[in-house]
């Protein structure tokens, strides 16, 4: 009786096109500047709330799976794969023509392990993508085609054995997405300029508001621009009650300094054998804790702290922690340091 759908952070119109004892329709209208993101519903009725359901939102054409060949493009399909289900889909592509393919399917709340392919009419692999860890264990690929013709994208569960719920959700062409922003973090109150760090222009920068109310948060969704060649997941944020800082470029000598803490810095290992540098300043005696938030948020970089007394001597260090691949630890400061690097 009486079925809605309740999002979250998200204001559409909805039309209950029909109802029974089982199966509603509901046609949802969204705004048309609405950011990409990953959307949460529920289904309300007079009997109660259904559990959270996440779909994702952009300005894609929407298509359910057919078997039926590719016509235009960009395009998102959805389907469902279970057990040893392949799943082939066909277009028509040109030479140089760039071509992303991006398969949501744990990031939906799904149990696939997608694996997805691109072969050429000779069933010659193009391109490929794994589930990978900075994906949640969904899959993507960029790639250029190599010639004109007529090419498949193949779809299946990492070892043929799908569990549900299988549900998917493929996103096909030249698009652009931010998996990072520079910096990481914001305070609480503050503004910043974030760099969005994907496939999107590395120098657009967005403006972000870290709202002065509520507790601070590990992580804070972004607004991405509505704009039709940029699709989601919207990156997350770190939003804390002390200071923020975006890494300057600098040699790979140089050494970043930082105020007292409690501080936070964002940064960018971006050459082989790269090491980022700070020193701060402590009383000696003091307790600090020592953290890396990499992997934790979807970064592929697995990092090692070292603390040295500044000029040399290391006095402690830390690779994995419990959980994560993050380093962290906790550290006294030695009666004779003020300065830590």
């Known amino acids: 009786a009486n079925p809605r759908l309740v999002f979250s952070n998200l204001h559409a119109q909805q039309k209950i096109e029909s109802s029974t004892a089982r199966e509603c329709q509901i046609s949802v209208t969204l705004p048309k500047d609405v950011s990409p993101h990953t959307a949460l519903l529920r289904l309300a009725t007079d009997a109660g709330v259904s559990n959270v359901v996440a779909v994702g939102v952009d300005g894609l054409l929407q298509q359910l799976a057919s078997g039926q060949a590719i016509t235009s493009l960009p395009v998102a399909i959805s389907g469902t794969l279970t057990g040893s289900t392949i799943i082939r889909q066909e277009l028509h592509g040109k030479k140089g023509q760039r071509l992303v393919v991006d398969v949501e399917s744990q990031r939906l709340g799904a149990k696939l392990n997608p694996v997805v392919r691109l072969v050429d009419e000779r069933e010659t692999q193009i391109a490929w993508s794994p589930g990978v860890r900075t994906l949640a264990g969904d899959a993507r690929f960029v790639t250029q085609l190599p010639a004109d013709g007529r090419y498949t994208i193949v779809l299946h569960d990492e070892l043929y054995r799908g569990t549900g719920p299988g549900h998917w959700r493929m996103k096909?062409?030249?698009?652009?997405?931010?998996?990072?922003?520079?910096?990481?973090?914001?305070?609480?109150?503050?503004?910043?300029?974030?760099?969005?760090?994907?496939?999107?222009?590395?120098?657009?920068?967005?403006?972000?508001?870290?709202?002065?109310?509520?507790?601070?948060?590990?992580?804070?969704?972004?607004?991405?621009?509505?704009?039709?060649?940029?699709?989601?997941?919207?990156?997350?944020?770190?939003?804390?009650?002390?200071?923020?800082?975006?890494?300057?470029?600098?040699?790979?000598?140089?050494?970043?300094?930082?105020?007292?803490?409690?501080?936070?810095?964002?940064?960018?290992?971006?050459?082989?054998?790269?090491?980022?540098?700070?020193?701060?300043?402590?009383?000696?005696?003091?307790?600090?804790?020592?953290?890396?938030?990499?992997?934790?948020?979807?970064?592929?970089?697995?990092?090692?702290?070292?603390?040295?007394?500044?000029g040399g001597g290391r006095l402690a260090g830390n690779d994995d922690q419990a959980g994560t691949s993050d380093p962290g630890l906790d550290f006294t400061a030695p009666k004779d340091v003020d300065k830590l690097e």
């Not at 940064?267 to 090491?275: F, H, I, P, V």
């Not at 700070?278 to 702290?305: C, N």
């Open 172 to 310: 096909i062409g030249d698009l652009n997405f931010v998996d990072h922003t520079l910096p990481l973090g914001v305070a609480r109150g503050k503004s910043a300029k974030l760099t969005m760090l994907g496939s999107s222009p590395q120098s657009q920068q967005l403006p972000f508001d870290a709202s002065p109310e509520g507790p601070a948060v590990l992580q804070q969704p972004f607004s991405l621009p509505a704009t039709a060649d940029l699709v989601g997941p919207a990156p997350v944020l770190f939003v804390s009650d002390h200071e923020e800082f975006a890494e300057a470029p600098a040699g790979e000598s140089a050494v970043h300094k930082l105020t007292a803490a409690p501080v936070a810095v964002s940064g960018r290992l971006t050459a082989d054998n790269e090491k980022d540098r700070y020193e701060i300043p402590v009383t000696p005696g003091e307790k600090l804790r020592i953290e890396l938030f990499a992997a934790r948020a979807g970064s592929p970089i697995d990092g090692v702290i070292d603390v040295h007394r500044t």
